[in-house]
């Protein structure tokens, strides 16, 4: 077994991977949806946390309730998408760390007892889980349309209501209408941005 991504795959992931904004009329097989989660799942989280909990809405009805929330931006996004996953957050993560770090479980109470923690580990390792999210979808041929244009509050009245969970960002999925694409931002070189000690 190779132990590196060969070029094409490095393309599919990254450098021709485009945020898709309009989508084909074409459905995403509903068992993607499970191959995507059964790969993002691996990515490392603190003390292996998981705090992500996601929302597939894959009719139009379920994206309806979805509508109301979101900028007039991103509505036509929403509409073309097959599939948007709501990106959520369990802000009591924490009860679980005697399951999913068992070598430590008192560390639950770090968080019991700190609730700055808590929403920082929650907002830290949700976020990097959503992009696993992405790149596990792109690993299997999909293409992703990342949302943070929404009103939180009224999405997690609307779909989170009577849990913990808030929503972080939302992910549209499906097969991208290229023509649909906007240009190409550039991004920074290693110089710009990074530093070698
Ligand atoms: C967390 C996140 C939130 C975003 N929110 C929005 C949004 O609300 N509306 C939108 O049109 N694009 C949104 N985008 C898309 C970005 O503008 C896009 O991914 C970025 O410009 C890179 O585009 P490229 O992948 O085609 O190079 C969001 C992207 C991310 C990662």
């Known amino acids: 077994?190779?132990?590196?991504?060969?070029s094409n795959a490095c393309k599919l992931l990254f450098t021709e991977a485009r945020t898709a904004n309009l989508f084909l009329d074409k459905s995403v097989e509903p068992n993607l949806l499970r191959e995507i989660y059964d790969l993002m799942k691996w990515g490392p989280t603190s003390?292996?946390?998981?705090?992500?909990r996601i929302v597939f809405l894959t009719t139009p009805k379920a994206k309806a309730r979805l509508i109301p929330s979101a900028f007039d931006g991103n509505v036509a996004r929403i509409n073309s998408a097959p599939v948007v996953a709501i990106i959520g957050q369990d802000m009591e993560f924490f009860q679980y760390i005697p399951h999913l770090y068992p070598h430590a479980p008192e560390n639950k109470k770090v968080f019991e007892d700190n609730e700055f923690a808590a929403e920082a580990t929650a907002f830290r390792n949700s976020t990097i889980q959503g992009a696993y999210f992405i790149f596990a979808a792109r690993a299997l041929g999909l293409d992703c349309g990342p949302m943070s244009g929404f009103d939180n509050a009224r999405v997690d009245k609307e779909f989170f209501g009577g849990t913990h969970v808030k929503s972080n960002f939302l992910c549209t999925i499906g097969y991208a209408d290229s023509a649909a694409a906007f240009p190409r931002g550039p991004r920074f070189a290693f110089e710009d941005v990074c530093q070698v000690l």
């Open 1 to 6: 077994m190779s132990s590196t991504l060969d």
């Open 47 to 52: 003390m292996n946390c998981c705090p992500a």
